[in-house]
């Protein structure tokens, strides 16, 4: 399998709760609105969603409580049963695994945070972050040591025969995400794991969430109710309502150009030139290499305010990683971001 | 949206209006039957069912048991051959293992009995591990006190089914509970068997054990186990389905397996419940088993019945205790273990040191098995003058294995004399002969006859009526079917003296409880304030009387003990100056009062409540006896005391749960204590309240039919009579009466307040 096939890639997933969803959806005539589908008695949890997520990528999903986001990471992972469309995790359609194909997939492919940590009460820190290896049967050495290595990647080394009660919300979800690494899952799936955070620590968890993902480079889906977070996070961001994604797009993209009346609330009180990198504001080159002193795409526009307003020149030449220049930033349009008028 | 709002109330209004005709309705029919029956112009066919209107429910009732009962002598196939192979398979096997090893009967495996001594060592070594040195305390002293008034052997026979029966009921309950988890038609299927089930008198239970599991101690194990399992089935589904969502996705996305999802996430989760539950098997375990003494199971039960059979009120008493610190015990015990959590040890602790307290169990109890040995080698020493009579330390050392006949330090006969001589007392006397005759002549007869004369179709009509005012439609038809069912098994006169003494127990309880809740929730406000109005005044009064009445009768109990001993032969006027016992009453009085005074009221009501909840039901008849005899009263008596217990507990719980912004609120509106109390919080604790009210009246059907023992007139004699035949129908069909009494009052009641609560936005 190439790196180019999605690693999970979902087509007009429904999911739908009430009495008898899927003779329901069978009858649907055209797309009802998500009113209309509570007017008969059904919730729409997650409405007509297709979605691709790309190998060693980070989608983040972005909603209010409610939209469909949580339902929405459950389905991928068959945590829900989906009532319609399909879902393709690594190339193969999860609806038609047998539990036993379902438990392996889970037991060596996918790890998973939750808000509230979900460890076990009774079992130490050490049992918790072994629990995944356990279920496969590993012996009690082999985990112990993989335990032991995850436990010292999130910075617990000294805490493994404490209890969860004895930890602090910051500590017992660093447990939570060791124990999701434990098994060296493929696809990791996060359902807003630092929403139960208190503001420094969930900052503090998303510096250290980065570093993880620096080192380790996951395919993952990252759930989260804050716009800020998704911003900093992501390397894609889908942004739900009412169960259905309103725009799925990359940050810069999002905020520049947002999809609906509903995005474009969020994006409004945004710093739009935090957000903005050179690169997604350059055009592509058209021939001719401005003059001066290149800047590299993956700079925020913010970080670019003091040469932009010193610079004189109307083109900056915009280079990628490996110095290529491979597009041209506009110096006025950049200034027009930076004063918000973007 | 304002159209919406009005639709609905002029909705509500229009039902309202329809439920105010219909309750109309129900009470002047009823009460143009009264009126009927009164100028003696009611036909006999309404007054009471006749005859020939009477299904022979206990013969069909019989014909169905003795059906699927089978039959040994003719062998036809029938569940009896199954239950009797359980019987004496592997529940026999099982008793006699335990009965060997606690009590020595002589069967496999023949090592027992051990000795007191080591079985006392290791409960205080696991009162400690559970509860420090308090629980330590509590765990030996009541072993060592059991063993010292020489009732070891009584307290083994009954432990020794209660260690089988509790584990029996914990597992099958367990079982059950997860299956009507997993299984939503089994759950739907099951409630109202063990709403049944919990209503259904004991002595239901009790015929059918003998019938099909033989007389002894396995009939009375499988009845143990039958009313033990309700309660943990009911705990471990609620414990399962309140597993957080989040731990179960966790447990799924480890890729746990069905099994491994309950056995390693499902069931430690839901532990704190399952323990809960394990709390409740054991306690009714232990009221059960005393109660088994009715089909004549060896143990303390049986020796309680027959001491207050003959009136033996000191040894009885010493019984009692016995029973109150077992379940005492026991109960703390399996408390302190619910809310015991897992430790940890530090990396490199050595390994005697992670196992300190079983290492430790195991060391006290070889050593005192060995010491036992030992013991039983010197001669028996005694502590009363005679042959031989050693020191202390002696005496204390030849009773480490055995204690002897001679040896045990009962005082039976003694306490007997003391509480004669108190209840001789001139004060005494007049209180309790004055309180016999004005409830029984001025309150209780009176009122029976009243209930008794009531038509039974006007009766049924007026508790329909009831049920639809509190309850709803739904329930004022469970109910008149439910009553119309008691009216047509031709026990309606009976039932209604049942009913009766119910409701007597339970509305005089309400007049000492609910004063006493009041007070007790008012918690840390001054008990008595000069400047408040003159209500507050007598609430203060009340609240004073209230927090030394324990204080006293302790005092006094303790006083009269010692005048017993120091003045047996002349009775010396306890009240006068020159007796000792005056002073020794003043002095007990002084130390309890200084021990208590600095608790905070609540607490002090609490302890005792929440300790007076673990006793074993048959205890409450001691006292009741003791001080009215046997009649009317002290069966009232004894249910008003085993139902205070749930009214007092309740009442506080609702009092104080009430939000306190709420009684800011109030405070800064102007109210006084007195408008406060009436205007918010009783109203807002009144739903937590009904629930309590609800539990004191299944408590008194529970008890009411106990105290046939005393002698009534009601179903529980009856049921009582039958025990001792063969008569499995009339069993059946006499508790199934009392048994849906209990459920129309459960049902009605549990719908008020859940009602009561959604209106007050309280869940």
Redesign the interface.
Known sequence: MNSQTPVISCRNVWKLFGADPERYLARMQGEKSYDEIRADGYIAGVKNVSIEVGRGEMLVIMGLSGSGKSTLV?CF?R?HDITGGSIEVEGQDIMSLTENEL??L???K???V???????????VLDNVA??L???GQDRHERRARALEVIRLVGLEGR????P??LSGGQQQRV?IA??LAIEPDIW?LDEPFSALDPLIRREMQDEFLRLQEMLGKTIVFITHDFDEALRLADRIAIMKNGAVEQCDTPDKIVMNPATDYVAKFTEEIDKARVVHAGALAHPLNGHVPDGQPVAARTTIHDLARRLVSDSGDELPVTDDTGAVVGVLNRQAALDVLMGDG | MASVTDHTSLRDDRRSSGRMSALRLIFGAALLLLVLKAVGMLPEWLNRPPDWLIPPYAQWLDAFFNFIKGDMETGRPGLIYLTRWFSEGPLEFMLNTTANLLEGKRRWPNIGPISWSAIAAVATVIGYYLGGWRMAALAGGTFFWTALVGQWKLAMQTLSVISVAAPLAFVFGLTLGIVAWKYNWFDRAMRPILAVLQTLPFFTYLLPAVIFFKVGPTAGAVATIIYAMPPMILMTTLGLQKVSPEVVEAGKMAGCTRWQMLRHVYLPAARTEILVGVNQVIMLCLAMVVLTAFIGMPGLGAKLLAMMNSFKLGRSFEIGVTIVLLAVTLDRLSKAWVVKQPEHFEKGTPWWKRHFYTVLGCGAFVVFLGLAYLSNRVPNYTLIEGANQGNILQYLFSVLGDVHRTQDLSQGKEIDTAIKHFLDLDGIQATTEWLRWFLNVQVLIPFRNALLWVPTPAFILVIAGFAYWLAGRREAIIAAIFFSIVASTGWWDRSVITLYTVISAVVLAMLIGIPLAIWTARGAAPPLSLQGSAKDFAIGLVGLAFKRIPVLFGALLVSSLYHFFTAVEESAAFLSPTSPSLYIFGATFLVLWLAVRDWPRDKVVLTIVDTAQTFPSFIYLIPAIMLFGVNDVAVVFSILIFTLVPLTRYTVEGLRHVPPEMTEAADMSGATQVQKLTSVQLPLALPTMAVGFNQAIMFAFFMVIIAAFIGTQDLGQELQRTLAGTDLGKNFVLGICVSLMALTFDITINKWARNRKAALGLE
């Open positions: 459950r992972s945590l438990i392996e889970r037991r060596n996918m790890g998973m939750f808000q509230s940590f979900g460890l076990l009460p009774h079992r130490t629990f995944p356990e279920m496969r493994e025969e404490y209890f009660r004895e939570g124990r999701s799936f």
